[in-house]
């Protein structure tokens, strides 16, 4: 973690980009970048009859880091996918609960 | 917003039900049906020793509404996929936090 | 439910230990088997500038069950997928609350 789930994004536009994004996130997050992974879902989306592109969304999943710091994390987030030609992107964080999580079966608390 | 997120129910299926179902979510959340996206998840299915298909579930995505406003969401995402001849569905909501989503790296809040 | 949305682990991975996992899962829930899922979600994962290989994580959707059940559930399938030869895998759960959960347009509550 943070764990950067993409959709309406391709893997190869984000390969460009991925060293220096998650080089800034993980300055912003004060953690080492090994921490982070970016993994792109595959989809098919639907709108009025068609087969449409997907919008671009990322959530973004991490344990609770306050207000400020994740204010940070979206910008730098966004700004790195629209710099790759992404005309808008929506982001959101879901926190996950230390007492929730595991590392090969032992609690993170 | 509203996101649908689908599995076991393929993009196919849902082209054909795509605009009135929009149209009919859009009604019961008074929004604007382009404020909607479906993506259909990319997903394989493992049960007692083998590949099976993907059990039918619906995740929405999206801010609180109310009670009242969700039971008719749901009663009406799943008339409109059980009219596809899919036997049964199950949906869940997902409460998204307007101080942790953002448009374009801006919060909504 | 649960449902296991799994990432950076094959279908064919775990069709071998699906049937012994569910049973061991089911027995430590007090529920049947055919509550389960298990759904792979297709991804490609991007770090340092290339595609790399998805990390293995499990999200479990579930109805809070409490937290010596949650740490069985997670110590016994983080044993069988590492009896597999995956390294390491890290799991999260997530409750969904019943009162927005519907069968078949029907809440739970």
Same mark, same amino acid.
């Given at each position: !973690?943070?764990? +950067? +789930? ?5 893997? %190869? ?7 220096a994004?998650?080089? #800034? ?12 992974t970016?993994?792109?879902?595959? &989809? &098919? @989306?639907? /709108?009025?009859?068609? =087969?449409?592109? &997907?919008?671009? /969304?990322?959530?973004?999943?991490? /344990?609770? *880091? ?5 204010d @940070? ?6 700004r790195?996918?629209? @710099?790759?030609?992404?005309? #808008?992107v929506?982001?959101? /964080?879901? !926190?996950? =609960?230390? @007492? ?5 079966? *032992? %609690?993170? &608390?």
């Amino acid at each position: !973690m943070p764990q +950067l +789930l993409v959709r309406g994004i391709s893997p %190869s536009q984000l390969v460009p980009i991925s060293t220096a994004l998650i080089e #800034e996130l993980a300055a912003i997050c004060q953690c080492g970048t090994d921490n982070f992974t970016i993994d792109c879902l595959s &989809t &098919t @989306s639907v /709108f009025g009859g068609e =087969q449409v592109p &997907t919008y671009p /969304f990322i959530e973004v999943g991490w /344990f609770e *880091r306050g207000q400020a710091i994740q204010d @940070s994390f979206a910008a730098a987030l966004a700004r790195h996918v629209i @710099s790759i030609g992404v005309p #808008e992107v929506e982001i959101a /964080f879901r !926190m996950y =609960q230390e @007492s929730a999580y595991y590392i090969n079966g *032992r %609690s993170c &608390t």
